[in-house]
């Protein structure tokens, strides 16, 4: 009886297996280590990926222009209003020294912002037939599985481009464009003058909006006072609140910056770190995950591509070969990273074999 129950799951799985592989592909692909049983949780994820893919482009170009309108409006309330009250309630060398700093803080906003859009992420090439010799291997060069071209080490591939990209951290769809090894300053110095510009909208108008909110209580006043800042409220009360058109718009943007400054802080906070270990985002899950298992067989990992911290950041702002912190980094620059992201430099403090893998390939 046993036996032919076995016979018949024999016959049916052999019967559904050609329908299986039509209309579930998902399932050839994942399979238990085994390699004898399919995980059907694949074939319910799979068509939920293609479609977040393929919907991820349209999201991409909504979020680009969500932040050129999110940009337009807080510059537009600042001339419109702000200027006007920064020109009647400060004193004239204060006035200069916040309109040069906010606009130098505009311009490297939109300077690196259209940079890290338009800039090449770093496209692993394509070299046709490809086959990685026994010291490529050594290096860390592979064959991608998806688009079956070479794939140098910390390349990885990205199902929105359809490419695989030079030491990729990850697809955004704010920037509508991977974040890859040429454009990763980009998006980093993003991140930070965008949070220095919101931070600035938000001291430049907190008082404004707690003089709207009539949040001006004597004991608030005493309270603020104890930090040097009754003086502020005190000027915005005078000047009066805003009216109109005025209100509305201040009100919406001051509350538009803290909720980008608040996700800024956590997103930067994490790519701060991220870069002080010399990792990316998917490297930073792929060697947690190597490190757990050599960890079960009682050894130690160790990431070979990171050189300590200051090094670490040295190498990501391309801060060699003469350039300058003045000119490469508090001014906008074009200048390309310091490699060209296939041949990457390992820490040869062990030897190769007493080390494991930085990345597993």
């Known amino acids: 009886m046993r036996a032919m129950c076995r016979n018949v799951t024999l016959r049916v799985n052999r019967a559904i297996r050609p329908l299986r592989r039509l209309c579930l592909p998902a399932l050839s692909f994942m399979r238990t280590p085994n390699d004898r049983y399919c995980e059907w949780s694949g074939a319910f994820f799979e068509p939920c990926m293609e479609y977040c893919e393929r919907s991820v482009w349209v999201v991409g170009l909504v979020c680009f222009f969500l932040v050129l309108l999110g940009i337009s409006t807080v510059v537009g309330s600042m001339y419109l209003y702000l200027v006007p009250y920064m020109w009647r309630t400060y004193?004239?060398?204060?006035?200069?020294?916040?309109?040069?700093?906010?606009?130098?803080?505009?311009?490297?906003?939109?300077?690196?912002?259209?940079?890290?859009?338009?800039?090449?992420?770093?496209?692993?090439?394509?070299?046709?037939?490809?086959?990685?010799?026994?010291?490529?291997?050594?290096?860390?060069?592979?064959?991608?599985?998806?688009?079956?071209?070479?794939?140098?080490?910390?390349?990885?591939?990205?199902?929105?481009?359809?490419?695989?990209?030079?030491?990729?951290?990850?697809?955004?769809?704010?920037?509508?464009?991977?974040?890859?090894?040429?454009?990763?300053?980009?998006?980093?110095?993003?991140?930070?003058?965008?949070?220095?510009?919101?931070?600035?909208?938000?001291?430049?108008?907190?008082?404004?909006?707690?003089?709207?909110?009539?949040?001006?209580?004597?004991?608030?006043?005493?309270?603020?006072?104890?930090?040097?800042?009754?003086?502020?409220?005190?000027?915005?009360?005078?000047?009066?609140?805003?009216?109109?058109?005025?209100?509305?718009?201040?009100?919406?943007?001051?509350?538009?910056?803290?909720?980008?400054?608040?996700?800024?802080?956590?997103?930067?906070?994490?790519?701060?770190?991220?870069?002080?270990?010399?990792?990316?985002?998917?490297?930073?899950?792929?060697?947690k995950r190597e490190a757990m298992t050599l960890r079960k067989e009682g050894k130690k990992f160790h990431n070979t591509y990171s050189f300590g911290c200051v090094n670490n950041w040295l190498f990501f702002l391309g801060l060699v070969n003469g350039r300058s912190f003045l000119r490469n980094i508090l001014l906008p620059s074009g200048h390309s990273p310091h490699h060209d992201g296939i041949g990457w430099e390992r820490d040869n403090i062990l030897s190769y074999k007493d080390k494991p893998r930085a990345i597993p390939v």
């Open 91 to 287: 004193h004239p060398l204060t006035f200069v020294v916040y309109i040069t700093y906010g606009h130098y803080l505009l311009v490297n906003i939109c300077y690196h912002y259209f940079k890290g859009v338009y800039t090449n992420p770093g496209w692993a090439p394509k070299i046709a037939g490809f086959q990685p010799e026994r010291a490529e291997l050594k290096r860390g060069w592979t064959i991608c599985n998806k688009c079956e071209s070479p794939k140098p080490p910390r390349a990885h591939h990205c199902r929105i481009c359809n490419r695989c990209v030079l030491k990729m951290d990850h697809h955004c769809p704010w920037m509508f464009n991977c974040i890859g090894h040429n454009n990763h300053r980009y998006f980093m110095f993003f991140i930070v003058y965008m949070w220095l510009g919101t931070a600035f909208v938000i001291h430049t108008q907190w008082a404004r909006v707690l003089v709207f909110l009539n949040a001006t209580s004597e004991s608030f006043l005493s309270f603020l006072e104890n930090f040097g800042l009754r003086g502020t409220v005190e000027t915005a009360i005078e000047a009066g609140p805003p009216v109109g058109n005025e209100s509305g718009l201040v009100i919406m943007v001051f509350f538009i910056c803290v909720g980008v400054i608040v996700a800024l802080s956590i997103l930067g906070a994490w790519h701060l770190f991220l870069i002080s270990v010399s990792e990316t985002t998917i490297e930073f899950y792929l060697n």
